[in-house]
Every structure is written in C-alpha cells, then in structure tokens.
C-alpha cells in the first residue's frame, strides 16, 4: 500500500464510530486536526481516537454541532468558526 504525504491540516467529522478517522489520521499524519462533532462524541476523541493516533498533530481543535442531521446548520457552523481556525493554524487558503 502507498502512503500518503502527511498534510498541513485535515478536518474530520465524526460521530461514533472512530475506525476510519484513526486511519486517517494515522494514513495522512496531519500537522493539525480538527474533529467536526456533536457534544457526545468529544469522549470518543479521548477515550478511542487519540490513544490510536500514532502521530500526535501539534495543533488539534474541534467544532462542535449542535445537530448533525440539519445540513444548513452544520454548513453554518462550519462556516463561521473555520476561517478563523485555519487562519490561526497558518494555513493558507
């Protein structure tokens, strides 16, 4: 299998099954993460994500969303608090 090139920073949205974001947390290598959630799932991070993250990005961040089955919402959300999350990562568009 070929591995791919750690990149700058990767946003992830997850609910509550973890397996395919540690692997691509784990494939990709981010230098900073940012988990797009609801509230309940933020244990999840801690308890069954970073424990299997090979390669803690320095930076990690998550946005949360209040509900996940409302598109314009989570657009919304998204929207507003990304920018500035990125912008201060010092990633560039």
Request: with cysteine; charged share 20%.
């Amino acid at each position: 299998m070929a591995h791919d090139q750690p990149v700058k920073a990767l946003v992830i949205a997850l609910t509550t099954r973890t397996a395919a974001a540690v692997y691509s947390i784990n494939r990709l290598q981010p230098d900073s993460l940012c988990f797009v959630l609801p509230e309940v799932a933020k244990s999840l991070v801690e308890s069954e994500v970073q424990p299997k993250i090979e390669h803690m990005p320095r930076r990690w961040d998550w946005v949360v969303i209040a509900e996940t089955c409302e598109f314009v919402g989570c657009y919304q959300t998204l929207a507003r608090t990304l920018p500035a999350m990125l912008h201060t990562w010092d990633v560039q568009q």
